[in-house]
């Protein structure tokens, strides 16, 4: 059992720039994907990006080259690193972990979740 804990979501302006953090109650190594999913208000959670069990990223077209997730193995510990904030960028971010290799990109795969962290962007 893998328990995730975020931090880090608030409120900023566009522009702007935010430190997501998933701290894994126990060690990371052999979990899987983990990655950041978000859901913005009436919409469906969608794949911002994760870390295949390869150590390679993946991005969702819309973050690319905003956003930049890793993976500190030794402080099990997932971060998203978000800049040029917009304001489609608000919703709740939710870590997710231990998805099959390769299937990163489906929330349906993962087995463990976090209880979300809110990040709002104002215009």
């Known amino acids: 059992q893998v328990q995730l804990l975020e931090s880090g979501g608030g409120s900023v302006q566009a522009g702007g720039s935010l430190r997501l953090s998933c701290v894994a109650s126990?060690?990371?190594?052999?979990?899987?994907?983990m990655g950041w999913f978000r859901q913005g208000p009436g919409q469906w959670r969608e794949a911002v990006a994760h870390i295949d069990d390869d150590g390679s990223t993946n991005y969702a077209d819309s973050v690319k080259g905003r956003f930049t997730i890793s993976l500190d193995s030794a402080k099990s510990a997932l971060y998203l690193q978000m800049n040029s904030l917009k304001p489609e960028d608000t919703g709740i971010y939710y870590c997710?972990?231990?998805?099959?290799?390769?299937?990163?990109?489906?929330?349906?795969?993962?087995?463990?979740w976090g209880q979300g962290t809110q990040v709002t962007v104002s215009s």
């Open positions: 997710a972990a231990d998805a099959p290799p390769g299937r990163g990109r489906m929330w349906q795969e993962y087995n463990y």
């Open positions: 126990r060690y990371t190594y052999n979990v899987g994907c």
